[in-house]
DNA sequence: CTTTGGTTCAAACGTTCGTTTTATACTAGG
DNA sequence: CCTAGTATAAAACGAACGTTTGAACCAAAG
């Protein structure tokens, strides 16, 4: 009897043509034959592997996200040892969480863009087992970086925190999913002013330039009640802004 | 012959079913045996009335994008005639484009969070013809409030504004998704910090209040460029906010 | 060599899918 | 009344689905 040797070819063929189909199509839009056709294996080969079409989804994230929320958890245990319990900077948690992620598009060993689409398409997939799999896969990085943002915004309604978590995941999700009603407008992806065609790595690091300033905007911008408040006291003021809106 | 008297019972109540279970189960995950079970009408009526599946999903889209997007057309517009000519605040844009949509979920008559959800899920939606008809459906309203975009920040590149635009659907669309992993760990939906469940439209309201401090922050956050040179200028140094980071 | 257990393969299973067909009722116009 | 034209109904269609079966293959252990 061999030790539990694997044939990792098939495999790991299986998982490399599924990560790419599921993204091109969907969970529900992609079958089995789809898959194994494409891969050049046998049909019955993905319920040997991995016992279902199900199996194969979860396996297929696991193998990506493991690893990725795995170093997101080391990236931020080495700032918080750094930071001497002081507490960390909103920007420093958003780049170890979003900047970990998004280097994946530049990286083909854990997926690269495939993966980052596939990621972004899925997560707001209503099947119940897919956002079960999700819960129980995220559950430990979100809480970490959740208790990292309630430390670095001392004086911010963890509520509104929360909040906010969910609006930058979704800006994030939606970003990397790539099937945005501008860039089917515009036709080419977002790409440049020029409008060239970008290879997937340049694609995912204008992705994050773009990205993460958005997402500092957004986490630090002025709380409603704020905003309430600014305006009763000067209702036609403006914000003064790095950005193009004048002072005042 | 009655001129073109379609039974408009059978015809809503498809629609009205059809935007339930595809939100809740997905355009592929949805059979229209599901449907029109739920529906209680025959299994036949969805072709006789929309010829196929696909054309029942764009005709449960159509049906409230058409208003949607007109009513989008018709504020900015107002807006403008009673700007004369100055450009709009950007503030005033996104209220236009993302108040109008979120409005729809304290209204039942437009679809309510059904509908808002339903929309979340299926912009992410790889299927070919999905995504065409999006396109064609947002085509003239994100075209002019691009526009509106430009005019109101003249000092921040086109391509840039693109992105954040881009970045600002994606934090919207997921937001009202709803399927987000913080709301699957935390059991409820997001509710308030007390963890109670709340009706659709007090969630839709809250939502609002929440996201659109957060676009207008992102949508106004330091040019990637300017971060870099202040950046060159005081490396260290934190940026003002109405938000809790301390000033040093 | 024989045996054993992990792996691949072709074929078939039963179910469900979207769609079509055929027949039947209902509703006006002539 | 009769007749189109519209709408609903039940049943069946072939295709595609995820999964299972049972035999074949193959390397290493006994």
Chains 1, 2 share one sequence.
Do not use: C
Request: net charge positive; hydrophobic share 45%.
């Amino acid at each position: 009897m061999s030790e539990n040797k694997l044939n990792p070819d098939t495999r790991e063929r299986i998982l490399d043509f599924a990560e790419r189909e599921f993204m091109a199509y969907g969970y529900e839009g992609t079958s089995m034959r789809m898959i194994t056709s494409a891969a050049g294996v046998n049909l019955a080969a993905v319920n040997y592997h991995f016992g279902s079409k199900e199996g194969l989804l979860r396996e297929v994230f696991r193998r990506r996200l493991g690893w990725l929320n795995g170093e997101r958890l080391r990236v931020l245990t080495t700032l918080e040892e750094q930071a001497k319990g002081t507490p960390l900077k909103p920007s420093q948690v958003l780049e170890a969480f979003f900047g970990t992620l998004l280097r994946i598009g530049e990286d083909d060993a854990h997926g690269g863009m495939t993966f980052l689409r596939l990621l972004g398409r899925t997560l707001t997939d209503p099947a119940e087992f897919i956002r079960t799999f999700f819960a129980s896969e995220y559950a430990e990085v979100i809480e970490r970086y959740k208790l990292a943002l309630f430390r670095a915004l001392p004086d911010v309604p963890r509520a509104e925190i929360v909040w906010r978590l969910h609006f930058m995941l979704g800006a994030m999700s939606y970003a990397i999913a790539g099937t945005d009603v501008l860039q089917v407008i515009t036709g080419l992806g977002i790409g440049d002013a020029a409008g060239e065609a970008l290879d997937a790595k340049s694609e995912a690091k204008k992705l994050a330039e773009r990205l993460m300033p958005f997402l500092l905007g957004g986490l630090r911008a002025p709380l409603p009640s704020a905003m309430a408040a600014a305006k009763r006291a000067a209702p036609t003021r403006r914000r003064a802004s790095d950005l193009a809106e004048k002072k005042r």
